[in-house]
Nanobody
């Protein structure tokens, strides 16, 4: 199996910074794209940022210039550095990874359990 475990969420004041991490472990042959989604109460889950295995990144318009996604391929870990946080960034943040468990099998999406980020005004 493959497990994704997020860490680093918490409570921060508006304008502050926070970094969340997500480590993938288990039966992993290769990881393609990794990313972060978030879901606020009463809203649909939305894409925040993605990063390919080669390091190409993409961001939601709402976080461009404030959030930075990065990854450490040797550690199978993806990070999300969040600066200039706003109350509207409050949500549960989920990481995702596209994983091949062994040679010859198809790629599959895996999700973490989520970590709460709360930004107070």
């Amino acid at each position: 199996q493959v497990q994704l475990v997020e860490s680093g969420g918490g409570l921060v004041q508006a304008g502050g910074s926070l970094r969340v991490s997500c480590a993938a472990s288990g039966s992993i042959f290769s990881i393609n794209a990794m990313g972060w989604y978030r879901q606020a109460p009463g809203k649909q889950r939305e894409l925040v940022a993605t990063i390919t295995s080669g390091g190409s990144t993409d961001y939601a318009d709402s976080v461009k210039g404030r959030f930075t996604i990065s990854r450490d391929n040797a550690k199978n870990t993806v990070y999300l550095q969040m600066n200039s946080l706003k109350p509207e960034d409050t949500a549960v943040y989920y990481c995702t990874a596209v994983v091949k468990r062994r040679l010859g099998v198809t790629w599959r999406d895996y999700w973490g359990q989520g970590t709460q980020v709360t930004v107070s005004s």
